[in-house]
């Protein structure tokens, strides 16, 4: 068995979608998975300047812890999931990053799987470019990155090789279509199967 963290930031619920997705395929490949959500950097003005992010925000706080190092430590594989801030990981997600420094000095991060997905607002809205921009930390971790790539018919239909995603067209409550959904439980599946692979070569 192999252990999976998947640590995103949602606020509208399409990212959190596509998180659970990944679980499900995780799950189904033998994984234990544990979904966290990182927290809001920001106060409850910026906040009211959209309608729905604070009612979001406490649904989704009361399902899902923030994610640890403690986490991060017990994980095989961390996927991360945000969405795509302006083609950028998005500033809760990176603070979560950020909060590694402490394992990446000690190495405790190296040869753990690492791989990312992200939801995007508009078709071409930057989800390619967010996971990409995810491989960068991950490779200063020393972890092995672990994309979907196109290893089942599922990516044909949606996603990107390098990480699930969804386009919401800025419909507020919008949620992954089945296609997505299917793209992101390949991916969820595939990051198991490679982490208990390691796990049980190393």
Not at 28 to 49: D, Q
Not at 99 to 126: D, E, I, R
Not at 168 to 195: C, F, I, M, T, W
Request: with cysteine.
């Amino acid at each position: 068995m192999s252990n999976i963290l998947i640590a995103f930031y949602s606020r509208g619920g399409m990212t959190e979608a596509l998180a659970q997705a990944v679980g499900d395929g995780a799950m189904a490949a033998g994984g234990a998975v544990r979904l966290r959500r990182a927290r809001e950097l920001v106060g409850p003005e910026v906040m009211a300047t959209v309608p729905g992010w604070a009612e979001g925000a406490e649904r989704m706080n009361g399902l899902y812890e923030a994610p640890t190092l403690d986490d991060a430590q017990w994980a095989d594989a961390i996927v991360l999931g945000t969405p795509s801030r302006f083609g950028l990981v998005c500033s809760e997600v990176k603070a979560f990053l950020d909060s590694l420094g402490g394992l990446w000095a000690k190495g405790k991060l190296v040869n753990k799987v690492g791989s990312a997905f992200a939801a995007s607002g508009t078709p071409h809205g930057g989800n390619e470019m967010t996971s990409l921009t995810l491989f960068v930390p991950m490779a200063h971790f020393g972890m092995i990155i672990v994309p979907p790539g196109y290893g089942d018919p599922a990516m044909f239909a949606a996603g990107t090789p390098y990480g699930a995603s969804a386009v919401s067209y800025n419909k507020p409550g919008a949620l992954p279509n089945e296609a997505e959904v299917n793209a992101a439980r390949y991916q969820g599946q595939r990051v198991a199967q490679v982490a208990r692979a390691l796990k049980v070569g190393l």
